[in-house]
């Protein structure tokens, strides 16, 4: 089983940037997907930016294009979310998660789909931003 723990949420302003940070243990030699999903109150947990293990290659929500990038260390781990020009919108609690799943899974079914196939999931870090 895969562990992920969160850290770096935080109150920001508006326009302000943030950093977040998923260390993740157990991770598996094979295919999978690993990235951040956010839930806002009142909504349903979104997908936000993965990354295809095998090849690097990144997903991300329409949302966050431009402002959003992962990126992670040389064993996988930890993993970032780094955030910039951060709006009111973004406030939501962010979650690391996992998922053992083929390669071209997000190219075939979409972020959405791979948000409700994902396995292992963190206990979630708070961003508030905020004036």
């Known amino acids: 089983q895969v562990q992920l723990v969160e850290s770096g949420g935080g109150l920001v302003e508006p326009g302000g940037s943030l950093s977040l940070s998923c260390a993740a243990s157990?991770?598996?030699?094979?295919?999978?997907?690993i990235g951040w999903f956010r839930q806002a109150p009142g909504k349903e947990r979104e997908g936000v930016i993965v990354?295809?293990?095998?090849?690097?290659?990144?997903y991300y929500s329409d949302s966050v294009a431009g402002r959003f990038t992962i990126s992670r260390g040389n064993a996988g781990t930890p993993v970032y979310l780094h955030m910039e020009s951060l709006k009111p919108e973004d406030t939501a609690v962010y979650y690391c998660?996992?998922?053992?799943?083929?390669?071209?899974?997000?190219?075939?079914?979409?972020?959405?789909?791979?948000?409700?196939?994902?396995?292992?999931w963190g206990k979630g870090t708070r961003v508030t931003v905020s004036s």
């Open positions: 998660s996992f998922g053992a799943i083929r390669m071209g899974y997000v190219d075939d079914f979409g972020l959405e789909a791979l948000r409700k196939a994902m396995t292992d």
């Open positions: 990354i295809q293990h095998n090849d690097g290659k990144t």
């Open positions: 157990g991770l598996p030699p094979d295919s999978y997907y």
